[in-house]
């Protein structure tokens, strides 16, 4: 049994920032940070003090976390960027509103005594007799302290107190990660209102000392001598008042957690089998009621995406994703009278098909966009074409300048459209062997439904707007339209690029309606276009023929002929030799791909890839603190060597986003490695010690624990049976009481007999009536597997401190 979390974040918009620019306004871009752990950075919206964002994440990580912060950030190109403010929403709150945290919330300024983090190590104890109790505090070491100096480190001591009595350590130099083994001891006062407060300081020489945060028991009313021994999380001082600025804006947010218990495969097989039956019978089940059919039913447009993601990564896991949405058209196809409706709606099989070109399309979508609309990006034209929008601009060199007319700016933008029209158009036809053979053999099959159910020579088009109803309208437009949500660009466009983006968007759109007229009358300032377009709806036609002319043979081969690629990219890299310092100018720029069996490299993409790590080899994918290169945004791979003993290789990314990402990725492509390593140094050895906490044994335990559960969640992400399982019980479950009434409802319609359908012979119980049982089998799973797991005997241990919080 397992526990898992993940955190499901939307960082809409903002509005009325405060100006920071002497312009008057502001470059806002968004940190999110969980429990003070920077894992994302939106793009940098510029020039603006209402900037929408529209970014989505979901993140993994460990349910032991406690917020989750989002900080304001205004950019500069020449200085520090600015704080505008923050936002911090617990743990608890989260747990408060299961649907999900939404709405607007005020930006507060940031208080540095409450920007803490880090936890301690201490224990405490009662000793001696009734007439002489002391009070011993011991204080071993802290771990991932806040950041205070200029140097990316602190100067840390602790700072003990109880009953009017204060008592300080030493200080460590220039570490976040300190160790100090000293032991304080006071006498016990059992009258004492005063509780045990232990602070964690920085030190400075010349200005006031820095908070890092602070523990505090409370000891009145021990009447045995008992120890209390673990680490503590450190917490902000919340003894000052709170002064409400009110002129930071406001940031507008979703944010929803998910606790899962996902218990062992085994338990899901009957959910399973039931449901792969259910495909595998086919649309033709000779009257019997279709589970899928009740699913789709009960299925609520607010949760609708989410079932469909689960069921696709369900069945591709089961090998039956086409079988499964084959079984979708066919059902969606019986409901459908006018063909101009099909598929345009957000059905079960319309957001089922949509989700599955995400997951099984994305590095396909990446090969046939990424060319145009990095050229897009490269170029930025000023392309217009509705007249009402055109700006008016001097044109020519110095000393000859004129005005360019409204005609001559639609002239050209044509020309420039065009142009990017008929490159994308190139490498969608030359794209047919490169997609992959599933998607093929889908498309080929939702073809073949729909030639069926609306055939004749008036309906000719029908079967081709199908396809491209979800290739080009819910695959290619969105993606062309915004392009970082897919991964094609790192930041977001600007206004000028993306108008351009929008107005091929439009393009591609016409084109996968196969419907030149519909749309010259709908929007006539697009009739420039037409005869290019014309020709492309032509050369779609041609490519969906090509691209649904698969064998099976084709189609079974395919994928077993490649090797999974699951992120590839340029990173600096600098491996660890000898026992001399190491320095950030010795970073080498290499060419990295991981796939699912090794990390490799090359000079170049298309140089010949040398074997790097092994996958099965690697211990440990973390971060490194930023004084030990003078970069925050440095990674290091923990791995076993030929002869068994550890090495480390440090590589260097441009970003946060693109840290966590790798980061990510390799944390899950080692989910089952069996020796990942419980701590590490985010440091570096340099000379006879460690960075981080000045140990000098190089192989001794590291300082910090590891953090393999915190991934991203991405659309090519490996996949996951049990969790997919678990999900889609949840929803079931969680629908059963309105499954169970639908169901009534349709035997009703039919005429059939209730008591027939329940009874226990296997051959009159159809699938509605087994799914019940099996959902009633693992909820009474769930219950007994947390019974057993000795969380209730862990909560009413005998402790013998109060934490206050």
């Not at 929403?89 to 005594?113: M, Q």
């Not at 406001?250 to 259910?278: I, K, N």
Request: hydrophobic share 35%; proline share 4%; aromatic share 8%.
């Amino acid at each position: 049994m397992a526990k898992r979390s993940s955190l499901f974040i939307r960082v809409v918009e903002g509005k009325h920032l405060p100006a920071k620019d002497i312009t008057g306004s502001s470059d806002p871009y968004c940190i999110v940070k969980i429990d003070n752990e920077a894992i994302i950075r939106t793009a940098t919206v510029w020039k603006t003090l209402s900037p929408f964002w529209g970014e989505e994440y979901e993140v993994h990580l460990p349910p032991t976390f406690h917020s989750v912060s989002f900080y304001v950030m205004d950019e500069d190109a020449l200085s520090r960027d600015d704080v505008i403010g923050k936002v911090c929403v617990t743990r608890d709150v989260l747990t408060a509103h299961p649907k999900g945290y939404s709405g607007w919330l005020n930006l507060t300024e940031i208080d540095p005594d409450e920007e803490v983090q880090g936890e301690i190590h201490l224990q405490i104890e009662i000793l001696g007799s009734d007439a002489a109790r002391k009070l011993r505090c011991s204080v071993f070491e802290a771990r991932d302290l806040a950041r205070k100096d200029r140097n990316g480190a602190s100067d840390p001591f602790v700072r003990v107190r109880y009953n009017s009595k204060t008592q300080e350590s030493s200080v460590v130099k220039k570490s976040c990660y300190p160790r100090w083994n000293e032991t304080f001891e006071f006498d016990l006062d059992e009258s004492a209102t005063e509780k045990l407060c232990i602070e964690v300081w920085d030190w400075d020489l010349v200005s006031r000392n820095d908070f890092l945060g602070k523990v505090v028991f409370n000891i009145q009313g021990s009447q045995t001598i008992q120890q209390e021994e673990g680490w503590f999380r450190l917490r902000p001082d919340k003894s000052k008042p709170r002064v409400d600025e009110g002129n930071l804006g406001s940031l507008q947010l979703q944010v929803r957690l998910r606790d899962e218990t996902v218990l062992p495969g085994s338990y899901y097989q009957p959910l399973v089998q039931l449901l792969c039956q259910e495909v595998k019978a086919g649309p033709k089940q000779d009257g019997k009621l279709r589970l899928i059919t009740l699913i789709d039913e009960t299925t609520t447009a607010e949760c609708r995406q989410e079932v469909a993601i689960n069921l696709v990564k369900l069945f591709l896991g089961q090998g039956l994703a086409k079988e499964f949405l084959d079984l979708l058209f066919k059902l969606e196809l019986d409901k459908t009278d006018e063909p101009n409706t099909l598929f345009r709606s957000n059905s079960l099989a319309s957001k089922s098909m949509e989700s599955f070109l995400k997951v099984a399309g994305m590095q396909y979508l990446h090969s046939v966009l990424g060319p145009t609309v990095n050229r897009v990006f490269d170029e930025k034209k000023y392309i217009e074409l509705d007249p009402s929008k055109v700006e008016i601009k001097e044109v020519g060199c110095s000393g000859l300048h004129r005005i360019q007319t409204e005609s001559e700016v639609i002239h050209q933008s044509t020309q420039h459209l065009q142009s990017y029209l008929t490159d994308l158009l190139i490498a969608i036809a030359k794209s047919v062997r490169t997609c992959p053979a599933t998607i093929r053999a889908t498309f080929r099959q939702l073809f073949k439904r729909v030639e069926e159910r609306f055939p004749g020579n008036k309906h000719k088009n029908v079967k081709f707007i199908a396809v491209t109803s979800f290739l080009c309208l819910r695959f290619f437009s969105p993606a062309i339209m915004s392009p970082k949500l897919f991964h094609l660009r790192e930041k977001h466009a600007d206004a000028r690029t993306s108008r351009t983006l929008l107005l091929l968007a439009k393009a591609i759109q016409t084109v996968g309606n196969m419907d030149a007229a519909a749309s010259r009358a709908k929007e006539g300032w697009m009739a420039p276009l037409q005869p290019t377009i014309q020709q492309s709806i032509s050369q779609m036609k041609e490519f969906i023929t090509k691209l649904i002319d698969l064998e099976e043979k084709e189609e079974v081969d395919q994928p077993k002929a490649q090797t999974l690629v699951v992120k590839e990219g340029p990173l600096f890299i600098h491996k660890s030799k000898g026992k001399g310092p190491l320095l950030s100018s010795s970073f080498k720029k290499l060419y990295f791909s991981l796939t699912s069996e090794a990390l490799s490299f090359a000079k170049t993409p298309n140089s010949k890839k040398s074997s790097f790590i092994t996958l099965s080899n690697i211990r440990a994918a973390e971060k490194v603190e930023e004084k030990s290169f003078g970069s925050s945004h440095v990674m290091q791979i923990i791995y076993a060597d030929e002869a068994g003993q550890l090495e480390m290789a440090y590589l260097q990314c441009k970003c946060v986003n693109e840290l966590n990402q790798w980061l990510s990725a390799l944390r899950k492509v080692c989910v089952n490695n069996a020796e990942m390593l419980g701590s590490y140094h985010p440091g570096v050895f340099k000379g006879d010690k460690w960075s981080c906490c000045h140990q000098k044994d190089k192989t001794g335990l590291g300082c910090d624990k590891t953090r393999h559960g915190v991934t991203l969640q991405e659309w090519n992400d490996p996949l996951d049976p049990d969790l997919e399982s678990q999900l889609i019980f949840r929803h079931l479950f969680g629908v059963r009481d309105l499954m169970r009434e639908k169901y009534l409802e349709m035997l009703t319609e039919k005429n059939e007999n209730v008591l027939l359908r329940q009874s226990g012979d296997p051959e009159n119980v159809d699938g509605p009536t087994r799914l019940f049982q099996v959902l009633q089998d693992l909820e009474d799973a769930h219950h007994t597997a947390i019974f057993s797991s000795g969380t209730l005997a862990d909560r009413d241990r005998n402790c013998l401190l109060e934490l206050q919080t």
